[in-house]
């Protein structure tokens, strides 16, 4: 089977959105992906949105509202996905097998949430659905309380892990200063990220507040083809792989310290696309909280359970250093508006591919991952991706 292309992408900042409707961040980041691929709306054979939803805002059936933003759509079959915090992976794999069966030869898959329509508690209910209420409906603190588990679990049988995790959250604000998307373009620094504070308190067992992803609205999107097109305004960037495993969703059924869906999403990912860790130039991966980023340090293979410390600790994931993670800041910088992460973690990729990255650019990247995961490591999806 050939393996499809990306031939467009938008991006819409990301941050507190107040007065943007849901039409207008369609439109904000679809036309840009549109016109970097040398499309018009008519050109779209199907549209793929990923939307959360679950209470955010009080319009649901939001696939349809494409047409709404963008009239030409009005006749473009449409449908919505939601996979938890993958919601916006779930639309390009179900973009990427339309493409796949000869059905349709241009996707147009967006990503977007409006989160802060909310007060922090609502957020908080709705974003807990996302894992085993009738065990974890009750968590304090929300999403948050569950890695805040997760954490003093692995503190409890691997030691303090507070130096690494500081040093993540200090790593991925200071990227992201460089992303012009981000939500929080701030370098915080280590040791703001490490002590506790009014303006950093804990918020979940060893979890600080610079543990946390942030709150956010926005949009992204990607055009897909089976084929380069002539006429777009960016180098198509190609798929190598695309995988995804599930996991069990209670956390009282596996060992939460250990990331064995995702790890096992790295394996196959990586032996389809005939490749190794050492091939890969950057990594674009899910760090809702700094406790996931380093747990998927080990399920990547760049150390043993119990030992994701040292991976951060000696530097190998600064964007000098042996394999740079999240370039772009990730989530912890560039925010977390749930249907709109997957997608935009592959738009940073493609413009690391691309080289047109500007200040986050990693120099001479060829072949990137995006890891991108929906509920405590439950829906595990991986992308490798290469410059054509």
């Known amino acids: 089977m050939n393996q499809p292309y990306i031939v467009g992408w ?19 980041a679809v036309y840009p ?19 959360f939803n679950n209470g955010f805002v009080p319009q649901d059936f939001s696939a349809s509202l494409a047409a709404v933003a963008i009239p030409e759509f009005r006749h473009t079959p449409a449908v919505r996905l939601e996979n938890a915090c993958a919601t916006g992976s779930a639309a390009i794999h179900n973009a990427l097998d339309a493409l ?18 909310l007060p922090n508690q609502q957020i908080g209910d709705i974003l807990l659905k996302a894992s085993y209420v009738q065990e974890e409906g009750h968590t304090p603190g929300g999403f948050a309380g569950v890695f805040g588990q997760i954490a003093q679990e692995y503190f409890n049988r691997f030691g303090d892990q507070s130096d690494a995790l500081a040093a993540i959250a200090a790593k991925n604000h200071a990227n992201g200063v460089h992303n012009p998307y981000a939500h929080l373009r701030r370098d915080l620094g280590f040791d703001f990220c490490r002590n506790p ?7 979940a ?16 999107a990607l055009v897909l083809s ?25 956390l009282s059924r596996r060992d939460p310290t250990k990331f064995e869906g995702t790890a096992m999403a790295w394996a196959k990912g990586l032996k389809d696309a005939a490749l190794t860790l050492d091939d890969i130039n950057f990594v ?105």
């Open 10 to 28: 938008g991006h819409t900042p990301f941050g507190k959105l107040d007065n943007m409707t849901l039409e207008q961040l369609i439109r904000d």
């Open 33 to 51: 992906a549109l016109d970097s691929a040398g499309l018009e709306p008519g050109d779209i054979d199907a549209i793929y949105m990923g939307h």
């Open 100 to 117: 796949a069966s000869g059905r349709i030869r241009h996707a147009l898959v967006i990503g977007m949430e409006k989160m802060n329509t």
């Open 197 to 203: 504070s009014e303006k950093n308190p804990f918020v």
């Open 205 to 220: 067992g060893p979890l600080k507040r610079s543990d946390c992803s942030l709150v956010s609205d926005g949009a992204a």
């Open 226 to 250: 089976n084929q380069p097109l002539v006429g777009a305004k960016v180098p198509a960037i190609r798929w190598r792989s695309r995988t995804q495993v599930n996991e069990f969703l209670p």
């Open 284 to 388: 674009e991966t899910h760090d809702c909280f700094t406790i996931a980023e380093m747990l998927e340090y080990e399920a990547m293979g760049l150390a043993k359970h119990g030992e994701g410390a040292h991976v951060i600790l000696d530097g190998i994931t600064r964007k000098d250093g042996k394999l740079p993670v999240n370039p772009s800041g990730g989530l912890k910088s560039k925010g977390h508006p749930i249907g709109a992460t997957g997608v935009s973690q592959h738009v940073m990729a493609a413009m690391q591919l691309s080289n047109t990255a500007g200040d986050m650019q990693i120099e001479n990247a060829r072949v990137g991952a995006v890891f991108n995961m929906g509920g405590a490591a439950v829906a595990n999806y991986l992308s490798v991706l290469e410059a054509t």
